[in-house]
């Protein structure tokens, strides 16, 4: 019997002037490629579910199994686009719904403080 795939959703901070939501997939992507090789790329069910270049955020989802290996290879983002930029991990969760309620309570949070 097929077993239902587990997925992983990241929520990133982009520190970069402008980058399109092709640029900023393709700078993961290398980054998994460079660090782990073909084999370690074609395991990580990699997706850019959502990017807002005003607000400089992303959401990526990936294989539970792969995510250790999603999150050594973003902060070894150094250029997106062939501009110098910087990638931080915010927040991972298992469904998106979940990691979209604790965005909005961290940003409230920040908010207030």
Known sequence: MYRRARRR????????????????????????LRLFGEYGASRTDLRLIDYDPKNKRAVIRCS???LPLVKASIPCITRIGGRPAAVHIELVSGTLKSLRKKLMRI?????NA
Not at 15 to 27: G, I, L, P, T, W
Request: glycine share 0%; charged share 30%.
């Open 9 to 32: 959703y990241i929520a990133v901070n982009i520190d970069s002037n402008q980058a399109s939501k092709k640029e900023v997939f393709n700078a993961i992507w290398d980054s998994i």
């Open 64 to 66: 539970h199994e792969a």
């Open 107 to 111: 940003r409230k949070d920040q908010k």
